[in-house]
């Protein structure tokens, strides 16, 4: 993926000739836009002007008809993702909108999101993944009462000793190895690096793990569909074999 440097550039907005219709409706006409960097731009004009649709072509969410658009190097239509990777963007209205100040917004709303679908992907492919371990867990208790603390017992170290919490710098020795190589802490890494959402002042991470997040997660998702999938199936049909001879 290239890299784009705004320290040479002088335009952090780049767009010629921007063109968007809506059916017989024509939104933008070949818009021309140059903005500086360090510059605050305010886009004025009446409803229907073409101002949301503008900035939706520049965000990524629309597609412009014709015309080209550059944020800091990276081309709207060809470099989607890298566009994501350098905003952030903010809706117009909030249920509570009348009482934020600028610096509110900024907390209220989500980090800026930085492209890539790879961890969503990861994050369902572990859910189904720990879905076979949580079936045998099921299939191997001897009654539905049974199943809360088996459970639990499987649930509790993946989900309180990760650093979704709490940081794992701050935990015991024995606690932080865990934690670093716990799967759902990788799950949560990969999440906070999409959106941008590391937390002010965490170091970076030293361990492998944590490092390539999505990778860890699909080597987990792989074992453990490896593992526990041909055991729940066998479970089970032991299980149904032993009902119908009865």
């Not at 199943?147 to 710098?169: C, D, H």
């Not at 890494?189 to 590391?198: K, P, V």
């Given at each position: 993926?290239?890299?784009?440097?705004?320290?040479?550039?002088?335009?952090?907005?780049?767009?010629?000739?921007?063109?968007?219709?809506?059916g017989?409706?024509?939104?933008?006409?070949?818009?021309?836009?140059?903005?500086?960097?360090?510059?605050?731009?305010?886009?004025?004009?009446?409803?229907?002007?073409?101002?949301?649709?503008?900035?939706?072509?520049?965000?990524?969410l629309?597609?412009?008809?014709a015309?080209?658009?550059?944020?800091?190097?990276?081309?709207?239509?060809?470099?989607?993702?890298?566009?994501?990777?350098?905003?952030?963007?903010?809706?117009?209205?909030?249920?509570?909108?009348?009482?934020?100040?600028?610096?509110?917004?900024?907390?209220a709303?989500?980090?800026?999101?930085?492209?890539?679908?790879?961890?969503?992907?990861?994050?369902?492919?572990?859910?189904?993944?720990?879905?076979w371990?949580?079936?045998?867990?099921?299939?191997?208790?001897?009654?539905?009462?049974?199943?809360?603390?088996?459970?639990?017992?499987?649930?509790?170290?993946?989900?309180?000793?990760?650093?979704?919490?709490?940081?794992?710098?701050?935990?015991?020795?024995?606690?932080?190895?865990f934690?670093?190589?716990?799967?759902?802490?990788?799950?949560?890494?990969?999440?906070?690096?999409?959106?941008?959402?590391?937390?002010?002042?965490?170091?970076?991470?030293?361990?492998?793990?944590?490092?390539?997040?999505?990778?860890?997660?699909?080597?987990?998702?792989?074992?453990?569909?490896?593992?526990?999938?041909?055991?729940?199936?066998?479970?089970?049909?032991?299980?149904?074999?032993?009902?119908?001879?009865?």
């Amino acid at each position: 993926m290239p890299a784009f440097r705004t320290t040479r550039l002088k335009h952090v907005i780049e767009a010629t000739g921007l063109q968007k219709r809506f059916g017989a409706v024509t939104a933008l006409a070949g818009l021309d836009l140059f903005v500086e960097k360090g510059t605050i731009l305010a886009l004025l004009g009446p409803n229907g002007a073409g101002k949301t649709t503008a900035v939706s072509i520049l965000t990524t969410l629309l597609r412009a008809d014709a015309g080209t658009a550059r944020i800091a190097g990276a081309d709207v239509r060809n470099s989607p993702e890298q566009v994501r990777r350098l905003i952030g963007l903010s809706g117009q209205h909030t249920a509570v909108d009348g009482y934020l100040t600028g610096s509110d917004r900024g907390l209220a709303y989500p980090q800026r999101y930085r492209g890539g679908r790879s961890w969503v992907c990861a994050a369902i492919l572990f859910s189904y993944a720990l879905s076979w371990v949580m079936a045998l867990v099921g299939l191997m208790v001897p009654s539905p009462e049974v199943i809360n603390n088996a459970s639990f017992m499987v649930v509790f170290p993946l989900t309180f000793v990760v650093n979704t919490f709490v940081p794992t710098e701050n935990l015991p020795k024995v606690l932080r190895v865990f934690a670093e190589w716990n799967p759902v802490s990788a799950v949560t890494q990969a999440a906070r690096e999409s959106f941008g959402n590391i937390p002010t002042g965490a170091p970076d991470p030293s361990v492998w793990s944590l490092q390539n997040p999505v990778i860890y997660t699909i080597m987990w998702v792989v074992v453990l569909i490896a593992i526990f999938a041909p055991l729940s199936v066998a479970r089970y049909r032991s299980l149904k074999s032993g009902t119908m001879q009865r």
